[in-house]
């Protein structure tokens, strides 16, 4: 049984999420246009980004259409997910691909060759950390940013009450349902809703409410911080390192 913060090594939870899940996400389209409006309208020359748990990429790919020559980092720890955005993404000597656990502080060492970054995202990932590490991440982040770089967080934060996460998970259900019925995939809602609530990356959850993450970033010494986009536990927040 692999440790809670480990589970996405596993190769078919990998798969499920990219083949079954990624495109379902709510308003999935819409959060990658703000992420893009926000680096354009922050750093309208943005040259260099890190991908932070980057799945395929996707995120990454998003930066690498507006800023096609940027120098890019996607990092993952799991195998199949960088082996996915390797493929995926154009063949260019700019781009780098590091299989990293970002749990441990080690991972700021490995990619330090790479140099610093206009931009680092981060996409429904960094929920599986404990607390006190996911502080410590925002922190090393804030150290990888270049002065007026922007750093931000798609994240699955908490509800504040089970009564709304219950009201999220259903939303969430019939999103996935929705999509599987556009894809064909024959599967009912009743067995969407049982993957949904059987996952074993459910059970790996670390939520924290929105609010006490910004409050984190603003003591590390971001400004402009905020959430510029949130339907439920699903929210986009971050803020700019000072410039010097
Ligand atoms: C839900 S997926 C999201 C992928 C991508 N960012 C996206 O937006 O589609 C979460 C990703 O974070 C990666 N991940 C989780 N914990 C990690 C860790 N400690 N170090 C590196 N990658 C991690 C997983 O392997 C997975 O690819």
Known sequence: MAAKDQMWRREDLSKRFLEGVRRAIPLADYQIR?????????IPKAASFLDLGCGDGILGRAILSQYPKARGVFLDFSPTMI?????????NKKLSFFTQDYGKP??????????????????FSVHHQPDKRKREIYKEVFGLLNPGGLFLNLEHVSS?????????DEFFVDSLYSYHRRIGSGKTRGEIARDHYKSP????????PLDIQCSWLRKIGFK???CYLKVFE??????IRPGE
């Open 34 to 42: 703000i992420i893009l409006l926000l680096i354009g309208k922050t």
């Open 83 to 91: 082996e996915a955005a390797r493929k995926k993404s154009p063949k």
């Open 106 to 123: 080690s991972w700021v060492n490995a990619i330090k060759g790479s140099g610093k970054f206009d931009v680092i995202v981060s996409g």
């Open 160 to 168: 504040p009450s089970p009564r709304l996460q219950r009201i999220f």
């Open 201 to 208: 990356l459910r059970k790996s959850n670390l939520l924290s």
């Open 224 to 226: 402009e911080v905020d």
């Open 234 to 239: 699903l929210a986009l927040f971050g803020g």
